[in-house]
């Protein structure tokens, strides 16, 4: 079956930086366009960033243009988020997200499997 893992998660402080990866395993990986997406305590799940089937396309959240950055190797069925200059308005369960097809999208309804998610946590 599919399954999305992520890793890489933890405990940061401010200005710090973390690297989260994502492996897919039971699908087609270049298939894919993936997606990271986080959700804070009471908050509702809300978009990171996304990446095209190829690699090529990008798109990112007004709130980490400029400090995160997503790419995948499609060698390695994995999708990575690097994340510099963290906030605590950063801490949150991270979640990678797969989404069939050519179009990247915001949108968290538009993907089809989704991994279990890891802490991220910054402390000021």
């Known amino acids: 079956q599919v399954q999305l893992v992520e890793s890489g998660g933890g405990l940061v402080q401010a200005g710090g930086s973390l690297r989260l990866s994502c492996a897919a395993s039971?699908?087609?990986?270049?298939?894919?366009?993936m997606g990271w997406f986080r959700q804070a305590p009471g908050n509702e799940r809300e978009f990171v960033a996304t990446?095209?089937?190829?690699?090529?396309?990008?798109s990112y959240a007004d709130s980490v243009k400029g400090r995160f950055t997503i790419s995948r190797d499609n060698a390695k069925n994995t999708v990575y988020l690097q994340m510099n200059r963290l906030t605590p308005e950063d801490t949150a369960v991270y979640y990678c997200?797969?989404?069939?097809?050519?179009?990247?999208?915001?949108?968290?309804?538009?993907?089809?499997?989704w991994g279990q998610g890891t802490q991220v946590t910054v402390s000021s």
């Open positions: 997200a797969g989404r069939l097809g050519i179009a990247t999208s915001s949108i968290a309804a538009m993907y089809n499997y």
């Open positions: 039971g699908l087609t990986f270049s298939s894919y366009a």
């Open positions: 990446i095209s089937r190829s690699g090529g396309g990008t």
